[in-house]
């Protein structure tokens, strides 16, 4: 089981910066894919940005953005501390949603922005963006 907590979302204005923080404890037996997913009213939930660990290098990682926020979005995490981020800059007025941190043990090969993929979810932290 892994527990995953949500922080840092508000409300900014376009152009802005946000950055999302995912805590997460319980299994530490192995290195879980993780990925930061939004959901706005009224759509289906989408990848955002997500990262795994390479298979053949344990310490390396793989990282994966949806098409929309290449560039302006970045995910990474602290292993120390148990974390994700995503740091949000330049956001736009379609950005806006419920964004939720998301971790699996395994993911299938090209899937690793496809939700179904994952098997925990947080809570989810609301981002808003309006001038």
């Known amino acids: 089981q892994v527990q995953l907590v949500e922080s840092g979302g508000g409300s900014v204005q376009p152009g802005g910066s946000l950055r999302l923080s995912c805590a997460a404890s319980g299994d530490k037996s192995r290195r879980h894919h993780m990925g930061w997913f939004r959901q706005a009213p009224g759509k289906e939930r989408e990848g955002v940005a997500a990262?795994?660990?390479?298979?053949?290098?344990?310490?390396?990682?793989?990282?994966y953005y949806t098409d929309s926020v290449k560039g302006r979005f970045t995910i990474s995490q602290d292993n120390a501390k148990n974390t994700l981020y995503l740091q949000m800059n330049a956001l736009k007025p379609e950005d806006p949603a419920m964004y939720y941190c998301?971790?699996?043990?395994?993911?299938?090969?090209?899937?690793?922005?496809?939700?179904?993929?994952?098997?925990?979810w947080g809570q989810g932290t609301q981002v808003t963006v309006s001038s």
């Open positions: 998301a971790a699996a043990p395994f993911v299938s090969s090209g899937r690793s922005l496809v939700p179904s993929e994952y098997n925990y």
């Open positions: 990262i795994a660990p390479a298979p053949i290098t344990p310490l390396s990682t793989t990282v």
